[in-house]
């Protein structure tokens, strides 16, 4: 009886060595290939980057440091390009366009192990300073793309050229700061601290699309005129593409401080003109919530102030953009018995009454 046991003890220790070693040695081997594959591969992703970038624009574009990895985004490779610098050239010459903290690109691992076409499935962008200027001859500093004809000479001298397409599931841009002057117009606007995340299926013809969108603050003049100060913004949207030619807004709501508005309709990019049919109105009907766009008054403790009325704010846009050639559009606001008080003050404000149409 005891040796029975002491048998069965035996065959049943034999099978779960041989248990381990069927799982371990293939598990040893994906260890190893997820530890290797990026020492493969850097190269020649550093390599794709550097061309693909310094060959389609006017401008100087530096790197830091890359780094290549399979665990943090397994089955898929993550790309990082750390400090990337975009400086002008001849009009713009040592200007900064860009500087971006760091880039993670994750890569389809087939398509990189294959040597085909690369397919990049979502790009995360981070601590991105943007510095936009339109100069007094119509120039911008963002102009930097090559135009067609330089692109085609480069493209019939690189004998290999290489091959990458966008498969793209997810952009994301956190802690974004942009600025942007015109020195035509005289309008400037300083975006501070703006996440964007945009999800959707990018390798299909007709697919809907997730954004979110976050500004800690907005501010936008002309001249002397402050349109918008430090206002807060966020936007929630859903939109239906079909062959990135027609855009369909869907459930969507943007937020400017207390200001709640949504939009329907659609934008149409066809070749010689963009059509459009867009309507939009306030969500709140409070007039607290258009109060909240008046900077002296917002951003003054905003919350304690009392107030009274009603709002209603709406307009739409409607026709084809061709040239200097623009839709009709409407705008109405309509605010009646409005009412506010800081508390510390005495007196108030009272009997405000607006209608307007534009």
């Known amino acids: 009886m005891a040796r029975t046991f002491q048998e069965n003890k035996v065959k049943k220790t034999g099978k779960v060595k041989k248990i381990l070693k069927w799982i371990g040695i293939p598990l040893l081997l994906l260890i190893v290939v997820i530890i ?61 366009l860009a500087s971006i903290k760091n880039t993670s690109i994750n890569l389809d691992l087939m398509s990189v192990i294959s040597g085909g076409k690369i397919e990049v499935k979502s790009i995360e962008i981070n ?20 135009s067609s004809a330089e692109m085609d000479t480069l493209a019939t ?48 013809d007709v697919f809907d699309t997730k ?20 206002t807060n913004v966020s936007l929630d949207a859903e939109v239906a593409i079909d062959k990135f030619v027609k855009y369909t807004v869907k459930e969507n709501n943007l937020k400017l401080n207390e200001l709640e508005l949504g939009f329907d309709g659609f934008v149409e990019m066809l070749e ?61 606001m309509d605010v009646s018995d409005g009412y506010f008080k800081y508390p510390e003050l005495a007196n108030s404000a009272e009997n405000i009454n607006i209608k307007a149409q534009v």
């Open 211 to 230: 954004t979110s969108t976050t500004i800690e603050e907005l501010t936008v003049t002309e001249g002397m005129v402050d349109y918008l100060n430090k």
């Open 127 to 146: 601590d991105p300073i943007v510095n936009i200027l339109v100069n007094k001859d119509s120039i911008a500093n963002y102009d930097i793309a090559k």
């Open 36 to 96: 290797a594959l990026p020492f493969v591969f850097k190269g020649k992703l550093i390599e794709i980057a550097k061309q693909e970038i310094n060959k389609s624009v006017n401008a100087t574009v530096d790197f830091g440091d890359f780094d290549l990895t399979l665990f943090s985004s397994f089955p898929d490779f993550k790309f990082d390009i750390e400090d990337v610098s975009v400086t002008g050239i001849n009009e713009f010459e040592g200007v900064k």
């Open 272 to 332: 010689e003109k963009m059509a459009m049919d867009l309507t939009f109105k306030s969500k709140k009907t409070d007039f607290k919530s258009i109060l909240s766009l008046v900077p002296a008054v917002y951003l003054e403790e905003f919350s304690s102030i009392t107030t009274k009325g009603n709002l209603a704010l709406n307009g739409n846009a409607k026709g084809d953009l061709v040239g200097e050639s623009y839709p009709s559009f409407n705008l109405n």
């Open 157 to 204: 001298e690189d004998s290999e050229p290489l091959e990458y397409e966008i498969g793209l599931q997810n952009l994301k841009i956190t802690n974004a700061n942009i600025s942007y002057e015109d020195a035509i117009s005289n309008v400037s606007s300083v975006v501070k601290n703006m996440n964007f995340d945009l999800s959707g299926d990018f390798t299909q």
